[in-house]
DNA sequence: TGAACATGTGAACAGATATTCATATGAAAG
DNA sequence: CTTTCATATGAATATCTGTTCACATGTTCA
């Protein structure tokens, strides 16, 4: 993997010892990796000002009805939106406080209201 | 896009009105989109312990110098890390708090600490 | 039951992405 | 200056992903 370069070995055990388990690190890229595309980025910023029907946000987002449907099911998987239906609607609304918290500071991240470390 | 389906023209139009902007949406999905790899999240994990040079985290993440130095550019980029030279090594850092808000809160997500909304 | 409608699903494809290999850059020590 | 070492960069590639199209599912109402 790697041929020779610079390694501490006193700082790679450090780490290595106090690392999370795999199957969270998994988890977190997960929820990361759905959180990052703009479409659902706009379906959660839709659904956080009301609940909404899978024709409501495809015209919205101006996908498809099916585009939409498909990355609702992904969002569903991963505990961001929930459902509910009422005759022949189905309306999805946010499921967790967490994902608002999180695009929260997302955007303070982005908008540079930017807590800088260490100077 | 959408043929026929259901579409309550308010709610539609409500959502729309109290959108935010498309740069902010483009630019939270792409923070989001880099931290939905577990290299990386493994890198911020690392580097949130210990700051560490190229080698270190080429030793812990187990893939090339190289691919760790593309990772690297990417999250520096999105200011999610920073470098400081000394002599011949670079040492990366955590550049902003922010993001390890967000790396906890979606760990709170994951390991079902879950905050349900509305039941 | 059957027609109409809202949503879900699978295949397909264009475009993005993570990684590696080979090589370039740039600092440091001889 | 030359060599050595740590890191950066570019090309190439296998894999993944977002979207659409065509169709399936399941609910309502006549």
Redesign the pocket.
């Known amino acids: ?1 790697s041929n ?4 501490n070995p006193e700082n790679v055990e450090l780490v290595r010892s106090s690392r999370l388990e795999d199957g969270v690190i998994l988890d977190v890229a997960q929820i990361f ?2 959180l ?5 980025i706009r379906i959660v910023e839709a659904l956080r000002i009301r609940e909404l ?4 946000l ?1 015209a919205l ?14 969002m569903k998987q991963e505990r961001i939106v929930k ?1 509910r ?8 609304s946010l499921d967790d406080a967490h994902i608002e918290a999180l695009i929260d500071i997302a955007i303070e991240h982005v908008t540079h209201q930017g807590v800088r470390k260490n100077g």
Chains 1, 2 share one sequence.
């Open positions: 993997m020779k370069c610079c390694v990796k759905v990052g595309d703009p479409t659902r029907c899978v024709g409501d495809s987002m101006e996908i498809s009805q099916s585009g939409v449907s498909h990355q609702l099911r992904v459902s239906r009422e005759g022949k609607m189905i309306y999805y």
